[in-house]
Protein backbone atom coordinates (compact mmCIF):
# COMPACT_ATOMS: atom_id res chain seq x y z
CA UNK A 1 0.00 0.00 0.00
CA UNK A 2 1.53 3.43 -0.90
CA UNK A 3 2.10 5.59 2.01
CA UNK A 4 -0.56 8.83 2.05
CA UNK A 5 1.47 12.49 1.33
CA UNK A 6 2.59 14.15 4.33
CA UNK A 7 0.85 17.07 4.80
CA UNK A 8 3.15 20.07 4.07
CA UNK A 9 3.62 21.97 7.79
CA UNK A 10 1.88 19.23 9.92
CA UNK A 11 2.46 19.08 13.26
CA UNK A 12 5.72 16.50 12.14
CA UNK A 13 6.95 18.86 10.54
CA UNK A 14 7.11 22.39 12.74
CA UNK A 15 3.79 23.98 12.79
CA UNK A 16 0.33 24.34 11.41
CA UNK A 17 0.12 24.13 8.12
CA UNK A 18 -0.38 27.70 5.78
CA UNK A 19 -2.40 28.70 3.28
CA UNK A 20 0.26 27.55 0.58
CA UNK A 21 1.35 24.36 2.65
CA UNK A 22 -2.83 23.24 2.20
CA UNK A 23 -2.57 24.14 -1.71
CA UNK A 24 0.09 21.74 -2.18
CA UNK A 25 -0.80 19.03 -0.53
CA UNK A 26 -3.85 19.12 -2.89
CA UNK A 27 -1.09 18.72 -5.68
CA UNK A 28 0.99 16.22 -3.63
CA UNK A 29 -2.25 13.99 -3.54
CA UNK A 30 -1.35 13.41 -7.32
CA UNK A 31 1.52 10.67 -8.30
CA UNK A 32 1.69 8.14 -10.59
CA UNK A 33 -0.29 5.58 -8.43
CA UNK A 34 -2.84 7.92 -8.24
CA UNK A 35 -3.02 10.01 -11.44
CA UNK A 36 -7.12 11.01 -11.21
CA UNK A 37 -8.84 11.14 -8.03
CA UNK A 38 -12.32 11.98 -6.87
CA UNK A 39 -13.08 15.16 -4.61
CA UNK A 40 -13.22 12.76 -1.61
CA UNK A 41 -9.82 11.46 -2.24
CA UNK A 42 -8.10 13.97 -2.68
CA UNK A 43 -9.29 15.67 0.60
CA UNK A 44 -8.34 12.23 2.36
CA UNK A 45 -5.20 12.61 0.85
CA UNK A 46 -4.24 15.93 1.42
CA UNK A 47 -5.12 15.55 4.87
CA UNK A 48 -8.19 18.41 4.34
CA UNK A 49 -11.45 18.66 5.03
CA UNK A 50 -13.79 18.30 2.70
CA UNK A 51 -15.20 22.02 2.11
CA UNK A 52 -11.27 22.96 2.19
CA UNK A 53 -10.44 20.64 -0.08
CA UNK A 54 -13.26 21.56 -2.88
CA UNK A 55 -12.70 25.54 -2.65
CA UNK A 56 -8.88 24.70 -3.11
CA UNK A 57 -9.68 22.44 -5.83
CA UNK A 58 -12.30 25.04 -7.36
CA UNK A 59 -9.14 27.57 -7.26
CA UNK A 60 -6.62 25.09 -8.69
CA UNK A 61 -9.31 24.25 -11.60
CA UNK A 62 -9.73 27.49 -12.61
CA UNK A 63 -6.45 28.26 -12.31
CA UNK A 64 -5.95 25.20 -14.81
CA UNK A 65 -3.31 23.08 -12.41
CA UNK A 66 -6.17 20.98 -12.40
CA UNK A 67 -8.57 19.75 -15.04
CA UNK A 68 -11.90 17.77 -14.31
CA UNK A 69 -13.39 15.04 -16.66
CA UNK A 70 -16.83 14.49 -17.06
CA UNK A 71 -17.44 11.77 -14.61
CA UNK A 72 -16.17 14.49 -11.94
CA UNK A 73 -12.85 12.76 -11.61
CA UNK A 74 -9.71 15.36 -11.38
CA UNK A 75 -6.18 15.07 -13.03
CA UNK A 76 -3.08 17.23 -13.30
CA UNK A 77 -3.66 19.97 -15.79
CA UNK A 78 -1.49 21.14 -19.07
CA UNK A 79 -0.71 24.44 -16.89
CA UNK A 80 1.35 22.48 -14.66
CA UNK A 81 2.91 21.14 -17.84
CA UNK A 82 3.41 24.16 -18.74
CA UNK A 83 5.69 25.40 -16.01
CA UNK A 84 7.32 21.94 -15.62
CA UNK A 85 8.98 22.07 -19.00
CA UNK A 86 10.61 25.25 -18.21
CA UNK A 87 12.60 22.99 -15.39
CA UNK A 88 16.48 22.88 -16.81
CA UNK A 89 16.70 19.55 -15.48
CA UNK A 90 13.37 18.54 -17.06
CA UNK A 91 12.77 19.04 -20.11
CA UNK A 92 15.11 21.22 -21.50
CA UNK A 93 17.74 18.52 -20.20
CA UNK A 94 16.28 15.81 -22.11
CA UNK A 95 16.14 17.68 -25.18
CA UNK A 96 19.86 18.12 -24.93
CA UNK A 97 20.19 14.84 -24.20
CA UNK A 98 17.55 12.74 -26.79
CA UNK A 99 20.11 12.32 -30.01
CA UNK A 100 22.70 10.38 -27.91
CA UNK A 101 20.23 8.40 -26.14
CA UNK A 102 18.61 7.31 -29.55
CA UNK A 103 22.17 6.58 -30.81
CA UNK A 104 22.67 4.62 -27.21
CA UNK A 105 19.39 2.82 -27.79
CA UNK A 106 20.12 2.08 -31.85
CA UNK A 107 23.51 0.48 -31.21
CA UNK A 108 22.05 -1.62 -28.40
CA UNK A 109 18.44 -1.40 -28.47
CA UNK A 110 18.74 -2.11 -25.17
CA UNK A 111 17.15 0.28 -21.96
CA UNK A 112 18.62 3.42 -21.83
CA UNK A 113 17.79 6.07 -19.45
CA UNK A 114 18.86 9.73 -18.56
CA UNK A 115 17.75 10.46 -14.54
CA UNK A 116 18.51 13.62 -12.32
CA UNK A 117 18.73 13.71 -8.68
CA UNK A 118 16.74 14.87 -6.12
CA UNK A 119 17.32 14.49 -2.54
CA UNK A 120 18.04 10.60 -1.57
CA UNK A 121 16.32 9.95 -4.59
CA UNK A 122 17.17 9.30 -8.45
CA UNK A 123 14.39 10.71 -11.08
CA UNK A 124 13.76 9.31 -14.75
CA UNK A 125 13.24 12.15 -16.75
CA UNK A 126 13.79 10.07 -20.63
CA UNK A 127 13.42 6.05 -20.91
CA UNK A 128 13.95 4.22 -23.94
CA UNK A 129 13.19 0.85 -25.00
CA UNK A 130 12.19 -1.80 -26.90
CA UNK A 131 10.45 -4.96 -27.23
CA UNK A 132 12.87 -6.95 -26.45
CA UNK A 133 14.64 -4.92 -23.84
CA UNK A 134 14.26 -6.70 -19.91
CA UNK A 135 11.61 -5.17 -18.03
CA UNK A 136 12.64 -2.76 -15.26
CA UNK A 137 10.46 -1.29 -13.08
CA UNK A 138 10.74 2.56 -14.88
CA UNK A 139 8.83 5.23 -16.45
CA UNK A 140 9.36 8.85 -17.06
CA UNK A 141 9.09 10.38 -13.35
CA UNK A 142 9.59 7.56 -11.97
CA UNK A 143 11.93 7.72 -7.98
CA UNK A 144 14.13 5.42 -7.16
CA UNK A 145 17.19 5.43 -4.05
CA UNK A 146 19.90 6.55 -5.24
CA UNK A 147 22.04 3.24 -3.61
CA UNK A 148 20.08 0.84 -5.78
CA UNK A 149 20.53 2.16 -9.71
CA UNK A 150 23.20 2.42 -12.08
CA UNK A 151 22.34 6.41 -12.41
CA UNK A 152 21.93 6.96 -8.66
CA UNK A 153 25.27 5.32 -7.80
CA UNK A 154 26.78 7.56 -10.19
CA UNK A 155 25.15 10.44 -9.45
CA UNK A 156 25.48 9.85 -5.34
CA UNK A 157 29.38 9.03 -6.36
CA UNK A 158 30.06 12.62 -7.56
CA UNK A 159 27.98 14.28 -4.86
CA UNK A 160 29.49 16.24 -1.45
CA UNK A 161 31.21 14.52 0.81
CA UNK A 162 28.84 15.87 3.50
CA UNK A 163 25.81 14.37 1.39
CA UNK A 164 27.57 10.83 0.44
CA UNK A 165 27.97 10.62 4.17
CA UNK A 166 24.78 11.50 4.95
CA UNK A 167 23.43 8.81 2.74
CA UNK A 168 25.52 6.21 4.08
CA UNK A 169 24.29 6.46 7.54
CA UNK A 170 20.82 6.05 6.53
CA UNK A 171 18.33 3.55 5.66
CA UNK A 172 19.48 1.56 3.23
CA UNK A 173 16.34 0.15 1.12
CA UNK A 174 16.34 -3.28 0.03
CA UNK A 175 14.96 -4.94 -2.68
CA UNK A 176 16.45 -8.06 -4.08
CA UNK A 177 19.11 -10.12 -2.07
CA UNK A 178 21.77 -8.07 -4.26
CA UNK A 179 20.80 -4.51 -3.06
CA UNK A 180 23.67 -2.66 -1.36
CA UNK A 181 22.44 -2.16 2.19
CA UNK A 182 26.02 -2.73 3.82
CA UNK A 183 26.95 1.51 4.35
CA UNK A 184 30.60 0.40 4.37
CA UNK A 185 30.19 -1.44 1.11
CA UNK A 186 28.33 1.01 -0.47
CA UNK A 187 30.86 3.40 0.26
CA UNK A 188 33.80 1.24 -1.60
CA UNK A 189 31.18 1.39 -4.44
CA UNK A 190 31.02 5.07 -4.19
CA UNK A 191 34.93 5.76 -4.33
CA UNK A 192 35.18 2.68 -7.47
CA UNK A 193 32.86 4.67 -9.35
CA UNK A 194 34.77 7.95 -9.01
CA UNK A 195 38.02 5.72 -9.64
CA UNK A 196 36.43 3.96 -13.30
CA UNK A 197 34.15 6.83 -13.99
CA UNK A 198 31.04 4.35 -14.68
CA UNK A 199 28.58 2.57 -12.26
CA UNK A 200 27.45 -0.84 -12.27
CA UNK A 201 24.69 -2.21 -10.71
CA UNK A 202 23.80 -5.80 -10.41
CA UNK A 203 20.64 -7.44 -9.90
CA UNK A 204 19.93 -4.51 -7.56
CA UNK A 205 16.00 -3.49 -8.57
CA UNK A 206 15.57 -6.64 -10.26
CA UNK A 207 16.92 -10.14 -10.19
CA UNK A 208 17.46 -10.50 -13.61
CA UNK A 209 18.60 -6.89 -15.29
CA UNK A 210 22.31 -4.83 -14.51
CA UNK A 211 22.86 -1.29 -15.70
CA UNK A 212 26.04 0.56 -15.91
CA UNK A 213 25.52 4.32 -16.09
CA UNK A 214 28.29 7.56 -16.52
CA UNK A 215 27.58 11.09 -15.37
CA UNK A 216 26.45 13.92 -17.44
CA UNK A 217 28.75 17.09 -16.52
CA UNK A 218 27.84 20.48 -17.12
CA UNK A 219 29.98 23.66 -18.13
CA UNK A 220 31.36 24.08 -14.85
CA UNK A 221 32.21 20.68 -14.70
CA UNK A 222 29.69 19.48 -11.79
CA UNK A 223 26.89 16.43 -12.53
CA UNK A 224 24.15 17.08 -13.68
CA UNK A 225 22.55 14.02 -14.34
CA UNK A 226 23.39 10.40 -15.41
CA UNK A 227 22.73 8.19 -18.65
CA UNK A 228 22.76 4.54 -18.05
CA UNK A 229 21.98 1.09 -20.31
CA UNK A 230 19.60 -1.24 -18.67
CA UNK A 231 20.42 -5.30 -19.98
CA UNK A 232 19.45 -8.90 -18.68
CA UNK A 233 22.11 -10.08 -16.41
CA UNK A 234 22.23 -13.40 -17.76
CA UNK A 235 23.50 -11.71 -21.47
CA UNK A 236 25.72 -8.96 -19.84
CA UNK A 237 29.17 -8.04 -21.37
CA UNK A 238 30.00 -5.01 -19.18
CA UNK A 239 33.33 -4.28 -20.71
CA UNK A 240 31.19 -4.37 -24.03
CA UNK A 241 28.98 -1.41 -22.59
CA UNK A 242 31.02 0.97 -20.76
CA UNK A 243 32.95 2.39 -23.79
CA UNK A 244 29.09 2.87 -25.13
CA UNK A 245 27.76 4.80 -22.12
CA UNK A 246 30.39 6.96 -21.60
CA UNK A 247 30.24 8.05 -25.27
CA UNK A 248 26.91 9.18 -24.85
CA UNK A 249 27.41 10.79 -21.40
CA UNK A 250 30.31 13.00 -23.13
CA UNK A 251 28.28 13.47 -26.13
CA UNK A 252 25.36 14.94 -23.44
CA UNK A 253 28.36 16.66 -21.57
CA UNK A 254 29.61 18.29 -24.52
CA UNK A 255 26.38 19.56 -25.43
CA UNK A 256 26.29 20.92 -22.21
CA UNK A 257 29.08 22.96 -22.45
CA UNK A 258 31.65 21.20 -20.63
CA UNK A 259 35.40 20.75 -21.55
CA UNK A 260 37.05 17.80 -20.88
CA UNK A 261 40.53 19.68 -21.31
CA UNK A 262 39.33 22.61 -18.94
CA UNK A 263 38.71 19.78 -16.52
Do not use: K
Not at 58 to 80: C, F, K, M, Q
Not at 129 to 156: F, K
Amino acid sequence: MTALPRVLGSPGTGGAPTATDRLLSVLAAFDHEHPALCLTDISRRAGLSLTTAHRLVGALTEWGALERDESGVYHVGLRLWEIAALAPRGLALRQIALPYLEDLYEATHENVQLAVRDGSDVVYIEWLSGRSAVGVHIRVGARWPLHATGVGLALLAHGDPESQEEYCAGALASFTPYTITDPARLRRELAEVRRTGVAVSDRQITADALSVAAPVRTADGSVAAAVSIVVPHADAQVPVLVPAVRVAARGISRALGWRPERA
